[in-house]
C-alpha cells in the first residue's frame, strides 16, 4: 500500500485571506497532494494549513509552502497572541500509514535541508526529528529562536540552527521542522476578560504541572473579542481527550464563577478524539465534519483504489 504522511505547517498570517490562499494554492499545485483544510485566527493572526500524500509529494508541498509564505509575510511586521518564530513557523510531519517514524523523521531532516540551502532561512529540528535533545520541545525551541528575534536578529553560538545561516532571516525568520504523533489543536473560548483566570486553569490542566496527561495549555487574551481562551494542545488524545478536557475546564471556570462561551479544533482529528461526545456537548458551533481525519484518509484510499 502506498505511504501516507500528512503535513500541518503553521504560518504567522492570519487576518489577510490573500496571502493564505496563496500559500494553500502553492500546496495545492504540486501532484499527488490531497489538501485537506484551511484555518485562520484573526487573534492569533496565525494560519493552519493541512495536507496529505505520499513522502515525496508531502515535502514539495511543504517547501512550496514556506517559499510563498517567505515571499509574502513579513514576521517584523506580525501582532498575533500566538507564540511564532517566523514567516513559516512550524512544519510538522505525521506518518499516518504504511511509513514509519524513522523515515518520516529522514524525510522531515531532508526537507529542513533544502528550505535552509535554497531559501537561506535557518531550521532548528524538533520533536522526534530533534538534533539536539534540548530541542524535542517546541516550547523550547521558540524560547530560543525568539530571544534572537527580540535581539539584532542573530542567534547565539549557544542557539545555533541545525541547518542553514546562522542568523534569522530578515522577514522570515526562522523554521521549526519536525515529527510528531497526531496532535489535537483545542481551544476553549472563556466569558471573562481576566487573562488570570485563563492562565490559572491552563496552569492546572498541563501534565507539567500534574494536570491531565497529555496536555499542554497556554492562557491567551484575544484582545478584538474582549475574551480569554485556554489554547491546548493535546499530544495523546487516547490518554487524555477532548470531552476530558472540555469538563476539567468546565469545572475549573466555574469554581470562578465563569462560563465556557464555545470549543474549536484547530485542524484535523480523528474521531475518538472526542471522547464519544459530539460536537454540541462541546459547545463547538463553526464544526465541520471535514475536520475528521477519516474523512480525508478514507477519499486517498478511494482514490487509490480507483487509480
Known amino acids: 500500500m502506498t505511504p501516507l504522511v500528512e503535513c ?3 504560518f504567522s498570517a492570519g487576518k489577510n485571506s490573500t496571502i493564505v490562499e496563496a500559500i494553500a494554492a502553492s500546496i495545492s499545485a504540486t501532484n499527488g497532494i ?18 496529505m500524500g505520499s513522502p515525496e509529494d508531502v515535502v514539495l508541498g511543504a517547501f512550496e509552502a514556506c517559499r510563498t509564505a517567505t515571499s509574502l509575510i513579513d514576521i517584523r511586521e506580525h501582532r498575533g497572541v500566538h507564540p511564532r518564530i517566523g514567516a513559516t513557523d512550524v512544519i510538522p510531519f505525521v506518518p499516518i500509514s504504511n511509513y514509519t517514524t524513522s523515515e518520516c523523521i529522514k524525510l522531515a531532516r531532508a526537507c529542513g535541508r533544502k528550505i535552509a540551502q535554497q531559501l537561506e532561512i535557518p531550521v532548528i529540528f524538533y520533536g522526534r526529528a530533534a538534533i539536539n535533545p534540548r530541542r524535542r520541545e517546541l516550547s523550547s525551541v521558540r524560547r530560543e529562536a525568539f530571544a534572537g528575534l527580540l535581539g539584532n536578529l542573530r542567534l547565539n553560538a549557544d542557539e545555533s540552527p541545525d541547518t542553514g545561516p546562522n542568523h534569522l532571516h ?28 485563563a492562565r490559572m486553569i491552563a496552569h492546572k490542566i498541563r501534565e507539567i504541572n500534574h494536570g491531565l496527561p497529555a496536555v499542554r495549555a497556554l492562557g491567551l487574551f484575544l484582545s478584538e473579542r474582549n475574551l480569554t481562551q485556554v489554547s491546548i494542545n493535546l499530544t495523546n ?13 468546565k469545572k475549573l471556570a466555574e469554581e470562578q464563577t465563569i462560563k465556557i462561551l464555545e470549543s474549536e479544533l ?11 461526545a459530539g460536537p454540541e456537548d462541546l459547545l463547538m458551533d463553526s464544526f465541520d465534519p471535514k475536520q475528521f481525519l477519516e474523512y480525508h484518509t478514507g477519499r486517498l484510499a478511494d482514490k487509490c483504489s480507483k487509480d
Open 266 to 276: 484547530v485542524g484535523l482529528a480523528p474521531l475518538a478524539a472526542l471522547g464519544g
Open 8 to 10: 500541518v505547517p503553521n
Open 237 to 249: 488524545y487516547r490518554k487524555t481527550n477532548m470531552h476530558q478536557v472540555f469538563r476539567t475546564v
Open 170 to 197: 530578515l522577514s522570515a525568520g526562522a523554521v521549526a521542522v519536525g515529527v510528531r504523533d497526531i496532535l489535537v489543536a483545542y481551544n476553549i473560548n472563556l466569558n471573562t476578560p481576566d487573562i488570570r483566570i
Open 34 to 51: 490531497h489538501l485537506a483544510g484551511i484555518q485562520m485566527d484573526n487573534d492569533h493572526n496565525r494560519s493552519v494549513i493541512t495536507f
